[in-house]
């Protein structure tokens, strides 16, 4: 057993190990304040996972909030840099309504992002490091894979009104291949058309048959994302994990702040996505910067769901001991028990809030 499982938290145990995958792949640690000025959230409120902030005013009167997000943060007190990429990481804990509370709390939240010169490497790196996030997590998970700019060069090419693509896109993200069927014909779009936005809603799963599919669209925007696409596949199959990673159009995000690659991961045992990214260099345009972005967020709040069924108790052994017992021979029996491997927790009465896989008395005897 590793030394820092006797004292760490399933979820403190996956920052530990998060942090140190980033730190190997050369991305350096980015600390921030806990609050920001509320107009960097209320500019930006459709990026947030939460429109929901806490504010406050500072003694100069001036509007504060409780940072509900690092991403935004690090766009507006980062460099501008068209040359290099700046590749930085976050632990940061982030203040907004949790999905199971529905509540404020304090959440966890570790991610990491590349900003300036960004080209084909630095996406196939991101999503690699998102993939190995996710095996480190559980042995057990599935990266969905999505194109926005497939998706908008075919809404584009399709005939549609602004009003139908705005449909469309929101019928994909459900896969409701009926409305998208419903839209078309409303709009009388071409069958060939509308055939190829039918497979953007019902082909989805394992990349070998996706992009099959996606070959017979010949339009022009697309094929040069399918291609992107095939890339993109062959490069993470050298991860061995090609049963783990799919291509979902299902998966989108807002388009006034993302474009190209946009991406979730999955744990098992979780229903919600523990990991989302993407490219958004059109937040990064919306807020005055000439570079452009790739990165992601793991939800480390999420996690509670599985760790917490994954151990039913808090201490391996309780000791209980009575007066006048030999605090030396008490002390050694301890040493023990925790160079065996075992948390121990130790006390004349053991409160009956503690769970412990095993309570045993000590009188100093051999045991």
């Known amino acids: 057993m590793d030394k820092f499982d006797l004292v760490l938290s399933g979820v403190e145990r996956a920052e530990y190990a998060l942090r140190s995958l ?14 920001e000025e509320y107009d960097l959230y209320a500019q ?15 003694t100069d009167g001036k509007l504060l909030a409780l940072k509900p997000d690092v991403t935004l943060s ?11 990429v700046q590749k930085v990481f976050y632990n940061e804990n982030v203040y907004r309504v949790s999905k199971g509370t529905h509540s404020f709390k304090e959440l966890m939240q570790v991610g990491l992002e590349c900003i300036g010169d960004i080209d084909e490497y630095e996406i ?36 549609l009104s602004e009003n139908g693509k705005a ?62 696409l095939k890339r993109i596949i062959s490069a993470l199959s050298s991860l061995n994990v090609d049963q783990n990673v799919n291509i979902d159009f299902s998966v989108v995000s807002d388009t006034n702040y993302y474009n190209g690659i946009v991406f979730k991961g999955f744990l098992s045992g979780i229903p919600t ?27 480390l709040d999420e996690l509670e769901t599985i760790y917490e069924t994954d151990k039913n108790y808090d201490v391996d052994l309780a000791i209980e001991y009575a007066n006048g017992v030999d605090a030396l021979k008490l002390n050694k029996f301890i040493e023990e028990q925790i160079k065996s491997g075992l948390s121990v ?6 409160s009956d809030k503690i769970r412990y896989a095993k309570l045993i008395k000590f009188d100093g005897e051999d045991k």
């Open 22 to 35: 980033y730190l190997k792949y050369g991305f350096s640690q980015y600390k921030m304040s806990k609050f």
């Open 44 to 58: 930006n409120k459709d990026f947030l996972v939460s429109e929901n902030v806490i504010t406050f005013n500072d």
């Open 74 to 84: 690090i766009i507006k007190n980062g460099k501008d840099d068209l040359l290099g």
């Open 124 to 159: 196939v790196e991101v999503l690699s490091l998102a993939v190995k996030s996710l095996k480190t997590l559980s042995g057990e998970f599935v990266l969905d894979i999505s194109h926005l700019e497939l998706v908008n060069a075919l809404l584009e090419k399709s005939g």
């Open 167 to 228: 449909k469309v896109f929101n019928y994909l993200s459900e896969k409701n291949a009926q409305a998208v069927k419903m839209v078309c014909e409303s709009e009388n779009v071409q069958k060939e058309f509308a055939d190829y936005l039918n497979t953007l809603v019902t082909v989805y799963g394992k990349p070998s048959k996706v992009l099959s599919a996606l070959e017979k669209i010949k339009v022009s925007g697309v094929t040069e994302c399918v291609e992107q």
């Open 273 to 299: 996505s523990i990991l989302s990214g993407g490219q958004y260099d059109k937040l990064m345009k919306k807020m005055k910067k000439k570079s452009k972005a790739i990165g992601f967020a793991v939800y």
């Open 345 to 350: 927790i130790t006390g004349k009465n053991i």
